[in-house]
T-cell receptor
């Protein structure tokens, strides 16, 4: 079954405590992406990766880091989380080419106190 | 002006109604247009995908794209309570998802 798996699903942390949200896909997709979803603002792209070791900023990259050392994994790193990063986060992978379908994970709800 | 505008709703309709959801956009470079459905506490799932202008039908769902007016629509015929969800329009200029932009979503409730 095609899957994008995010962990953890829920996370409560405090300001400044580094955290990582993992994302893994089993579809051998080259393209992966991270979004945050906030009420009234919709989904906004944080970072994306076109392939291993190739990453680029999306619309709201400040305060986030990513890495793509393997094709299947694309972790999101918050080095020093702040309350304005409280949000619902989604990882996605995309098949690209003629089948331009983006598959989303179930989401990670993060609260930064 | 936001790059993609979408009426946030909420929109409530009786079961069996025809639902029309719409988005407008400003970037003429967009070529790929999508509708996603998002149930509560779930990730978005692709519902319809259209390249450039035109119509596409899939069962009870029809997607329309009018690039000249920068306007896209999703029609749901014979709506069901199971269609109750948030519907997100999305668009991109490239086919590898770069510069993927989502609308804020319209929350739809179909009442039995």
């Amino acid at each position: 079954e095609a899957q994008v798996t995010q962990n953890p699903r829920y996370l409560i942390t405090v300001t400044g405590k580094k955290l990582t949200v993992t994302c893994s896909q089993n579809m051998n997709h080259e393209y992966m992406s991270w979004y945050r979803q906030d009420p009234g603002l919709g989904l906004r792209q944080i970072y994306y990766s076109m392939n291993v070791e190739v990453t680029d900023k999306g619309d709201v990259p400040e305060g986030y880091k990513v890495s793509r050392k393997e094709k299947r994994n694309f972790p999101l790193i918050l080095e020093s989380p702040s309350p304005n990063q409280t949000s619902l986060y989604f990882c996605a992978s995309l098949s690209g080419g003629a089948e331009n379908i983006q598959y989303f994970g179930a989401g990670t709800r993060l609260s930064v106190l | 002006q936001k790059e993609v505008e979408q009426d946030p709703g909420p929109l409530s309709v009786p079961e069996g109604a025809i639902v029309s959801l719409n988005c407008t956009y400003s970037n003429s470079a967009f070529q790929y247009f999508m509708w996603y459905r998002q149930y509560s506490r779930k990730g978005p799932e692709l519902l319809m995908y259209t390249y450039s202008s035109g119509n596409k039908e899939d069962g009870r769902f029809t997607a329309q794209v009018d690039k000249s007016s920068k306007y896209i629509s999703l029609f749901i015929r014979d709506s069901q309570p199971s269609d109750s969800a948030t519907y997100l329009c999305a668009m991109s200029a490239g086919n590898y998802g770069q510069n993927f932009v989502f609308g804020p979503g319209t929350r739809l409730s179909v009442l039995p």
